[in-house]
């Protein structure tokens, strides 16, 4: 009964239902062109994407030993092939083998490397764009599963948009990477699309899909985990109110809401516990590269004296952890860079110097709305190879309109809008369904530039920044359709139609 009601709002107020065949045909077109699109930015004329950086080992050391012709970790001494191996260009081939133990993150984006290993083309070696590929006929396939689902001409078409955003080669790239970020997508994408099918078939499959889903996006990275929650909450909420009827599925989604809550909470815990140095570079970071830089010499001496490090380290400021002058790796301060030191420094900073704490914060949201480029060449492209076909419209746009305070501003202030008239007209529909998940998906951005700035400072901000740019980038799509959808209803009722 409850789902009937809901049908019933929909069509009142978001339009006609496409029949069954067209809505199909529908669906089999957007997914595919999805699935070409993505193809083409990764793998035309020949693979690319982002490089190393030194990230990459966290999840391919559990079954590779490095890219062929290079070491695992070469000599910084010898920069001609260290900056081949890391920074300059993409790798394809890796070896497949028994990995390097020690190395290894505990994140949820390993198994999203699954595909090119059990459907591996060529013994002794895991081919990464052929993993990529595989990955994204799976994100096309889910596409094409809940634009079916939907089947009304509004929710098709505005998830047809955010997929083909999505596609952006400067989005999508981290699909052709062992970057954490490769989960984040996939696990987002598929969590967004569940989420429509969700408001259409309010049941307990798509709600254990959709706790699954979202335990494995928050476990991709620890910087990630707290945001996923507040993303979702608004929707589950949504469902529990426009659907009194049914009890049971109340239930069910109370106990989903506490259960991915305190699964948040071990997550931080035990994806914290890292190896290597990456703790204590984030801790280094929002000091020396953070906070230092903004206080003056007497402040800043007396801050670090406050936590109990050598005044005289003031002079750190401004430096990165793996500058060779750093001093990251000295005694004592590399035993004190602990995550327990990390969160008595970002206490302190805010409470004890706010100005420059919210100073911070500031820079951090002028960087949101920046996609890192990440296509580079591949050692074997040829210097002839001129012409790349990229889809990346949507992240230059960013780079010259959508980005800053002023993206995030009017986000707020079109979803005030919308909530308004959802609210005078009391909606419980489509436009519900877009405001809803507009308003989650905008204070999980919101938070998660908190997170990024207070996790690792300004070192490396705009990668760190790439799920608040994937949140209100959704958020800014559902809020402007929403918008129109509402807006051309009004003005089809003012005409009598």
Not at 44 to 72: H, K, Q, T, V, W
Not at 86 to 109: A, C, I, M, P, Q
Not at 376 to 402: G, K, M, Q, T, V
Not at 430 to 443: E, H, I, R, S, V
Request: hydrophobic content about 50%; some cysteine; aromatic content about 18%.
């Amino acid at each position: 009964m409850a789902e009937s009601q809901h049908t019933a709002a929909d069509e009142t107020s978001c339009g006609n239902t496409f029949s069954s065949g067209f809505s199909n045909l529908c669906a089999l077109i957007i997914a595919a062109f999805f699935v070409v699109i993505v193809s083409f930015n990764i793998l035309y004329p020949s693979p690319s994407g982002p490089p190393d950086n030194g990230d990459f080992n966290r999840i391919f050391a559990s079954f590779s030993s490095g890219p062929l012709g290079f070491e695992f970790w070469p000599a910084r001494e010898n920069q001609e092939v260290y900056q081949k191996r890391f920074f300059n260009f993409y790798h394809r081939f890796w070896r497949h083998d028994e990995g390097k133990k020690g190395f290894v993150h505990l994140t949820s984006s390993r198994p999203f490397f699954w595909p090119g290993r059990l459907l591996n083309l060529t013994p002794g070696t895991f081919d990464l764009a052929w993993n990529g590929f595989l990955l994204t006929l799976l994100a096309g396939y889910v596409l094409y599963l809940s634009l079916k689902t939907v089947s009304r001409s509004p929710p098709v078409l505005s998830l047809g948009i955010l997929a083909f955003i999505f596609a952006d080669a400067n989005i999508v790239g981290y699909l052709n990477s062992f970057y954490q970020e490769s989960g984040t997508f996939l696990s987002f994408l598929f969590l967004v699309c569940t989420l429509y099918m969700f408001w259409v078939r309010r049941n307990l499959s798509f709600l254990l899909i959709i706790l699954t889903l979202s335990l494995i996006l928050a476990g991709t990275k620890t910087a990630y985990t707290l945001s996923v929650l507040p993303a979702i909450f608004p929707i589950l909420a949504g469902v529990i109110l426009f659907t009194p009827k049914s009890l049971y599925l109340r239930r069910y989604i109370i106990s989903a809401v506490l259960l991915l809550l305190f699964a948040s909470v071990l997550f931080v815990k035990f994806l914290s516990l890292t190896p290597g140095n990456e703790r204590r570079a984030n801790c280094y970071h929002f000091i020396f590269s953070g906070a230092i830089p903004l206080l003056s010499p007497d402040t800043g001496k007396n801050f670090l004296y406050e936590l109990g490090l050598d005044p005289s380290l003031v002079r750190l400021g401004g430096k990165d952890a793996y500058q060779p002058d750093s001093e990251f790796e000295t005694e004592p301060l590399r035993l004190a860079l602990t995550t327990r030191f990390h969160l008595k420094a970002v206490v302190q900073l805010a409470f004890y110097h706010p100005a420059v704490f919210l100073e911070m914060v500031k820079f951090g949201f002028s960087k949101a709305g920046f996609y890192p480029r990440l296509q580079y060449p591949s050692l074997s492209d040829l210097p002839e190879i001129a012409f790349r076909f990229r889809w990346c419209l949507w992240s230059r746009l960013h780079d010259r309109f959508l980005h800053g305070i002023p993206y995030y501003t009017t986000v707020l202030f079109l979803t005030l809008i919308l909530g308004t008239l959802a609210w005078k007209r009391k909606d419980s529909g489509w436009p519900l369904f877009y405001l809803l998940a507009a308003t989650g998906f905008f204070l999980a951005s919101f938070l998660q530039v908190f997170i990024s700035v207070a996790g690792n400072g300004p070192a490396d901000i705009v990668k760190h920044l790439y799920f608040a740019n994937l949140l209100l980038d959704a958020a800014f799509v559902f809020i402007v359709y929403g918008l129109t959808l509402t807006l051309v209803t009004l003005w089809k009722e003012r005409e009598g139609r």
